[in-house]
């Protein structure tokens, strides 16, 4: 039997993804070790664990180096990758906004002035101005803080994940549309699916009925 391989997002979603799947058996006693290693296995069980930046884990996936990975839905609507997404797991929850100063909001509606986006989501902004709302805007990737952006006039709002809204009414800024919610998702490589079918659709099952009784 081969290794079944799980790529995960570092951090809060790595935990709680954990959680779930020794709670239905695919446990791996090495992760809770304290050791350099980068990737954990359970031998008996044939299963093998590695940790990746969030942004990583769709490419992980879908080139065959993990059969299956967790990762939130922004990683995967913006990187666009080419795999199965099986489970909504429901953890992560927070949404996909168009924030800025109140005043924004009417220039939004109405759609006539070149508005400047700032967003490390750049293909998210992009499918949401160009083709949901067919509005044109200038898109500037930023990697850091992007609430800044309007406070220093580099834009007039940006695109950014919100999950309790605190961050942006600190800096004056607030929510003028929502473009999606967001969670935790499972994703799993098309091969995998093929190949290890029996063992992949049992671990989906026997994640959604923990998820329902939790």
């Known amino acids: 039997m081969r290794y079944l391989t799980f790529a995960l997002a570092k951090g809060r979603l790595a935990d709680k993804t954990m ?55 922004d990683t995967l609507l913006e990187e666009k990758k080419n795999l199965y997404e099986v489970l909504n797991l429901g953890f992560g929850k927070c949404r996909m906004v168009v924030a800025g100063p109140k005043e924004m909001k009417s220039k939004l509606e109405s759609g006539q002035d070149l508005l400047r986006v700032a ?51 600190e800096n004056g800024l607030f929510v003028l549309e929502e473009i999606c919610p967001l969670s935790a998702r499972m994703v799993v490589n ?12 049992e671990l989906i099952e026997k994640a959604k009925k923990a998820l329902i009784n939790e």
Request: hydrophobic fraction near 40%; glycine fraction near 6%.
């Open 19 to 73: 959680e779930l799947l020794e709670s239905i058996g695919f446990t791996c006693d090495e992760m809770k070790e304290k050791s350099r290693k980068l990737v954990f296995t359970n031998e008996d069980l044939k299963l093998k664990f590695f940790l990746a930046k969030a942004t990583d884990v769709p490419t992980y996936v879908e080139y065959g180096a993990a059969d299956i990975g967790v990762v939130g839905k």
């Open 119 to 169: 967003t490390k989501y750049p293909n998210i902004a992009s499918d949401y101005f160009y083709h949901k709302k067919q509005q044109t805007v200038e898109i500037i990737k930023l990697n850091g803080s992007v609430e800044l952006a309007p406070i220093v006039g580099l834009a007039e709002v940006i695109v950014d994940i919100v999950e309790t809204g605190s961050t942006l009414k």
């Open 190 to 201: 098309r091969v995998s699916m093929k190949m290890e079918y029996d063992r992949i659709t």
